[in-house]
């Protein structure tokens, strides 16, 4: 059965820094591509990150935010600097870019 779990969000200013690790079970990680997805208040769900065999970003996410996985551990990252206050969601980790199969999220709030 394929879980995943995420953490690491939190309250943050404008600016500051998080970081985002989905635990994955019931598959390897390092066998098919990963996504991270958000939902921000009253808006859809909106793909923001890939990584396979390369790494893709939405362009609003470009140059801040950075997607990592650790094969031993299982675990996808989600690196987040310069957080603005537009990336506030609650941010999941899928296993495709729809977000179809995705953890319970852990929420991000940016502001001051």
């Known amino acids: 059965e394929v879980q995943l779990v995420e953490s690491g969000g939190g309250l943050v200013q404008p600016g500051g820094s998080l970081r985002l690790s989905c635990a994955a079970s019931?598959?390897?990680?390092?066998?098919?591509?990963m996504y991270w997805v958000r939902q921000a208040p009253g808006k859809r769900l909106e793909w923001v990150s890939s990584i396979g065999t390369f790494t893709v970003y939405t362009d609003s996410v470009k140059g801040r935010f950075t997607i990592s996985r650790d094969n031993a551990n299982n675990t996808v990252y989600l690196q987040m600097n310069s957080l603005q206050s537009e990336d506030t969601a609650l941010y999941y980790c899928?296993?495709?870019?729809?977000?179809?199969?995705r953890g319970q999220g852990t929420q991000v709030t940016v502001s001051s």
């Open positions: 019931g598959f390897s990680v390092s066998s098919r591509w």
């Open positions: 899928a296993t495709d870019a729809a977000g179809r199969t």
